[in-house]
């Protein structure tokens, strides 16, 4: 009985240890440095993977499981540049843009762009809003399928 009670002392103190470092993990991820965006299976291309890193001045979550969605904002000097390199990488993994269209140069605007995502029956997006020193990458995934 008392190896038993043990034993069980032993998984409690692993799984709370697993859990402590875990939530760390999640808390002390530089938003900065990311190379991606998660959502489960899908990796979305973060910013910083194509331009290097950049001042992040807020992040935003939304919908924990229905239609969950992330928003970085960004600081930056070149944010034309920026956006131009990272739309460039969205269309050459197959994102395609949806709406009328935008130009970089007009500031403020916005891009949109959309994938079908590695779950079936779900698609991914990428909305970007622009001004002249700060930009915002918001990436939802929902349910919609593309036909």
């Not at 043990?6 to 760390?24: K, P, Q, T």
């Not at 299976?41 to 969605?69: A, I, L």
């Amino acid at each position: 009985m008392k190896k038993h009670v043990c034993f069980l002392a032993f998984i409690f103190v692993a799984v709370l240890f697993s859990c402590l470092l875990s939530a760390c993990t999640v808390a002390d991820t530089d938003p900065s440095a990311l190379e991606t965006y998660d959502f489960g299976r899908d990796k979305v291309p973060s910013v910083t993977s194509v331009v290097g890193r950049r001042t992040v001045t807020d992040v935003e979550s939304e919908g924990k499981n229905e239609f969950p969605s992330r928003q970085y904002t960004y600081q930056s000097d070149s944010v034309s540049d920026d956006l131009s390199q990272y739309i460039q990488r969205l269309q050459e993994q197959a994102w395609t843009a949806t709406g009328v269209g935008y130009n970089l140069e007009e500031s403020p605007g916005s891009a949109q762009f959309f994938k079908e995502s590695a779950d079936e029956g779900q698609i991914l997006t990428v909305f970007i809003t622009y001004e002249d020193n700060e930009y915002a990458i918001k990436v939802t995934k929902m349910e919609a399928i593309l036909q």
